[in-house]
């Protein structure tokens, strides 16, 4: 059974930072690029960041670029999302997601086969 599980998130101040972790399990996490997704109250899902299946190649949303680190350690089957410097506007439920198997990144949901179920990122003071 394909799983992902979202680890990390949580309240902190502006200026701070997180980092989430998406577990996966019952496949093999080295065939699949990986995306991190964030949906705010009221806003549809956006892509935040994405690696490709060796961890060869990474892409960031614009709002993050700078900011935020998205990594892979598929003998752990782990991919980490390192988040500084964050803002209000970083607010939201970040989602970690399977691409189609051997495709590479992309920036759309529909692209992805399996999510996990989220975890809360609140910024605040």
């Known amino acids: 059974q394909v799983q992902l599980v979202e680890s990390g998130g949580g309240l902190v101040q502006p200026g701070g930072s997180l980092r989430l972790s998406c577990a996966a399990s019952g496949f093999t996490l080295g065939g699949y690029a990986i995306g991190w997704f964030r949906q705010a109250p009221g806003k549809e899902r956006e892509g935040v960041a994405c690696i490709s299946r060796g961890g060869g190649a990474t892409y960031y949303v614009d709002s993050v670029k700078g900011r935020v680190t998205i990594s892979r350690d598929n003998a752990k089957k782990t991919v980490y999302l390192q988040m500084n410097s964050l803002t209000p506007e970083d607010t939201a439920v970040y989602f970690c997601?399977?691409?189609?198997?051997?495709?590479?990144?992309?920036?759309?949901?529909?692209?992805?086969?399996?999510w996990g179920q989220g975890t809360q990122v609140t910024v605040s003071s």
């Open positions: 997601a399977r691409r189609n198997m051997y495709f590479s990144c992309s920036g759309y949901v529909s692209d992805y086969d399996s």
